[in-house]
Nanobody, 122 residues
Framework: QVQLVESGGGLVQAGDSLRLSCAASGRTFRSYAMGWFRQAPGKEREFVAVISGGGGNTFSADSVKDRFTISRDNAKNVVYLQMNNLKPEDTAVYYC???????????????WGQGTQVTVSS
């Protein structure tokens, strides 16, 4: 298990950018694929992006792939989500999560952070 803490959320206007960070505890961070998910009010939690342990492979949801970029710094035990050209429909609580394999499925992620709120006004 790895402990995860997200930060960087906030209230922004449509078209703005935000960078979310997720700090992980432990010395095995590199062995985990890291993902970002989001959950809007009244909706199910959905996949946003994932990055492999070494950082060489990434995969993003179609709804964000031209605007969001996932990256990681294994020396700092941090994974990032750079979000550009934000839209009101991006409003959600954003969660980072850790998995033993690269995946877009919630069930493959065993460790979760507490989430950070992103609100995009029109």
């Amino acid at each position: 298990q790895v402990q995860l803490v997200e930060s960087g959320g906030g209230l922004v206007q449509a078209g703005d950018s935000l960078r979310l960070s997720c700090a992980a505890s432990g010395r095995t961070f590199r062995s985990y694929a890291m993902g970002w998910f989001r959950q809007a009010p009244g909706k199910e939690r959905e996949f946003v992006a994932v990055i492999s342990g070494g950082g060489g492979n990434t995969f993003s949801a179609d709804s964000v792939k031209d605007r969001f970029t996932i990256s990681r710094d294994n020396a700092k035990n941090v994974v990032y989500l750079q979000m550009n050209n934000l839209k009101p429909e991006d409003t959600a609580v954003y969660y980072c999560a850790a998995s033993r394999r690269i995946s877009s499925q919630l069930g493959d992620f065993g460790s979760w952070g507490q989430g950070t709120q992103v609100t995009v006004s029109s």
